[in-house]
């Protein structure tokens, strides 16, 4: 394998020298999630691209990944520019970023296109010739489709460290009531497109046709797949579900959709009742509607990951049927390599490629430069970025993103990573770094979440305050400090997350 660079957007290389002295001069946020390369790197490609919208943008850009695991890591510095520049823009020009939100829609226009072609078509009756030009250009759909809202993938750390606490003292709350104000007039009233997908199977199986569920599966079903594995939200278990919740009762169905179409009047009133107690200024609202602005902007993307994740991997699984290479270590390939092999270019090597599963770490910067690391040396500048983070925070305390029934939630914690085939005990504290939909069977039964990652306008953020569930985010460290079987007290007055005596 001989590959310049990882795809064709690439525009050259980082010194290495250069990039180590980057991550001893800065502080760092993570995230992460189970994934694989191929599905990190549309995302990647996205940071590079930033500079051709904004003014400010995230310089530096890191993702590691192992055995099917990865960690994305940006500076501070770049969270706190980048944020503060998205809510100046959204106080005094709110068009502009809503002309940018509609550029991004038709990015998006263009990313279904592509992605319907691979829907439609019998993949296995195409050429090899075929199928590497229908995977370059889904490809090319999905980086541009990624851009345009990547702006906003970590303006948290200005919300949590600026933004907030500015409100805060201006409004002159206590922080209990401050949470309680920051968490209902920074909610999205538009639903979430898990809810969307909840409401409409409940109606589904309130009133079912076979016209009805193919429209449904027709909608959903790339749904089931994530950045590590390709999933089928299939006919038959739409219908498993829909017996399920037939078992509950008409009644309960209809208790159910009649609960979730009240929310955003529910919330509206809320909204009301907090701005007129507080007497909260225009231009304080105006910023509170920002964060529900970015939020709603966060789940439409979350929702357009997801899909073009699903078609993404139902374009791998061929490949690696073509190739005869096992998919995990084809989701280790750069594109420019899959494109070379598909044309019988170059051959894919095994070897390299189970160095990359086992540990890579890959650099895009805010020009469209790279640097890709395998094995020790990828494993040794990880092990220094991790360092950094946890020798800063040491309290299990973060943002409230929702208060819930109470602002006091006991329960025993459950750590959970990856949600594939896991559950949960109903009431329990789901401890994870962040979540994502493929969590929601999981949310339903949690008392609370607490997450290492995310702000107001996080996943998890957005969903427990549709759930009611109280929920804290941008911890730091829940997933470290805390572990299975702790009892604990989230606490959504203070934002903390405290150990109970045994």
Known sequence: MNSKFTCDFIKGRIVKKSFSKVIAENFWYKKE???????????????????????????????????????????????????????????????????????????????????????????????????????????????IAWTIPLIYEMNMVYVGQVLAPQLQRRLKLSQGEFNEVLSVLSAPLEFSYVTCERLELLKLALKFSEAGLNRHFSKYYWMKSTYRRMGLYSKSEIKKLIRGERKKGQRHIEKEIKSLEELPSELSKKQKTLIEKYRISADDLKLFRAMGFYGDWQDKRKEMNIYGNHHLFVLLHEISKRLKVEIDLLACAFPTETQLALLGKAKLAKSELKRRWAFNLH???????????????????????????????????????????????????????DPHGQDLPKGAILVTPMTRPEFTHLIHKAAAIVTDEGGVTSHAAIVSREFGIPCVVGTGTATKLLKDGDMVEVDTETGTVVKLAD
């Open 363 to 417: 650099v895009v910067d805010g020009h469209l430069k790279e640097l890709f690391l395998v094995g020790s040396e990828a494993k040794r500048l990880k092990e220094i970025l991790d360092r950094k983070i946890e020798e800063r925070f040491r309290e299990v305390k973060g943002m409230v993103a929702s208060i819930g029934q109470t602002p006091r939630t006991r329960g025993e914690v459950r750590v959970i990573f």
């Open 33 to 143: 999630t189970p994934a694989v390369f191929q599905t990190f790197h549309p995302f990647m490609i996205g940071f590079g691209r930033l500079y051709l919208h904004f003014k400010y943008f995230y310089e530096t850009n890191i993702v590691a990944a192992s055995n099917g695991y990865g960690w994305y890591y940006a500076t501070e510095a770049d969270g706190l520019a980048v944020g503060k520049m998205l809510y100046d823009m959204f106080l005094k020009n709110e068009e502009r970023i809503r002309q940018k939100k509609e550029e991004w829609k038709r990015d998006l226009a263009k990313l279904h296109q592509a992605a319907e072609k691979i829907h439609r078509v019998n993949l296995s009756k195409l050429s090899t010739r075929q199928l590497a030009e229908i995977y370059k250009n889904f490809l090319g759909a999905f980086y």
